[in-house]
């Protein structure tokens, strides 16, 4: 059973940035793909990016991409999520997720029903 631990949320101001960590708690996670989520009051989570166990290849949705950047430390077993050029529009509860399943065409990444572990929510609020 994977454990995932999740810091590094907070307030900013747009146009900040942040560092989301998601830290894991067995080796295993290394061979994991991981992705983020989020979830803003009254919305549906939404999926944010996601990357493969070896970090050669990475996946975004189109409201983040070219401002967030996913990366993961193996040797950590932490995968991390920069976010920069914040937008109060990312204003949302922030979570990771960890899977066996390698990135396919599926696009299965994209789903968090198809994630097997989760970390819980940090808070990112984002002020204008």
């Known amino acids: 059973q994977v454990q995932l631990v999740v810091s590094g949320g907070g307030l900013v101001q747009a146009g900040g940035s942040l560092r989301l960590s998601c830290a894991a708690s067995?080796?295993?996670?290394?061979?994991?793909?991981s992705g983020w989520f989020r979830q803003a009051p009254g919305k549906e989570r939404e999926f944010v990016a996601a990357i493969s166990w070896n970090g050669g290849a990475t996946y975004y949705a189109d409201p983040v991409k070219g401002r967030f950047t996913i990366s993961r430390d193996n040797a950590k077993n932490t995968v991390y999520l920069q976010m920069n050029s914040l937008k109060p529009e990312d204003t949302a509860v922030y979570y990771c997720a960890a899977d066996r399943k390698i990135p396919s065409g599926s696009n299965w990444y994209r789903t968090g029903g198809e994630y097997d572990y989760w970390g819980h929510g940090t808070q990112v609020t984002v002020s204008s």
């Open positions: 067995e080796r295993a996670f290394s061979v994991y793909t």
